[in-house]
C-alpha cells in the first residue's frame, strides 16, 4: 500500500495562512487521485479537498474558496494552500490516495500516516 508522510502544519492567527505538503511513496503516483481529510478532537475524520489524476479537484463546503489542492506529479506530492484559516479548521490534517467506488463515493486506498497539526487561535 501506498505511505504518505503529512508536513506544514502549524500555530496561525485566525485569518492566516499555511500551506499543508504529503509526500506519497508511490510508483504509479501520476495516475492516482488524492485526497486531504481532518479530524478534529471528538470528532469524526472529514473530507476536505480531491484532486484527480488529471487535476480536476472537489472541495469541501466548508473550506470552498479558502483552501485550494494542487499536486506535482515529478515530486510526488499534493498540497493543501490554506487561506482565510478559522478557529473551526483546527484539526490534524491526513492526506489518503482515493478512488471512486461503483456508488460514485470516495475510498481512500493507501496507509494513514501520521497527520500534521494545524492549530488556529489568537
Known amino acids: 500500500q501506498v505511505q504518505l508522510v503529512e508536513s506544514g502544519g502549524g500555530l496561525v492567527q485566525p485569518g492566516g495562512s499555511l500551506r499543508l505538503s504529503c509526500a506519497a511513496s508511490?510508483?504509479?503516483?501520476?495516475?492516482?487521485?488524492l485526497a486531504w481529510y481532518r479530524q478534529a478532537p471528538g470528532n469524526q475524520r472529514e473530507f476536505i479537498a480531491y484532486?484527480?489524476?488529471?487535476?480536476?479537484?472537489t472541495y469541501a463546503g466548508s473550506v470552498k474558496g479558502r483552501f485550494t489542492i494542487s499536486r506535482d506529479n515529478a515530486k510526488k506530492a499534493v498540497y493543501l494552500q490554506m487561506n482565510s484559516l478559522k478557529p473551526e479548521d483546527t484539526a490534524v490534517y491526513y492526506c489518503?490516495?482515493?478512488?471512486?467506488?461503483?456508488?460514485?463515493?470516495?475510498?481512500?486506498?493507501?496507509?494513514w500516516g501520521q497527520g500534521t497539526q494545524v492549530t488556529v487561535s489568537s
Open positions: 484532486i484527480t489524476s488529471a487535476a480536476s479537484t
Open positions: 489518503n490516495t482515493v478512488v471512486l467506488n461503483s456508488r460514485g463515493s470516495l475510498v481512500t486506498s493507501g496507509n
Open positions: 508511490t510508483s504509479t503516483f501520476t495516475s492516482r487521485a
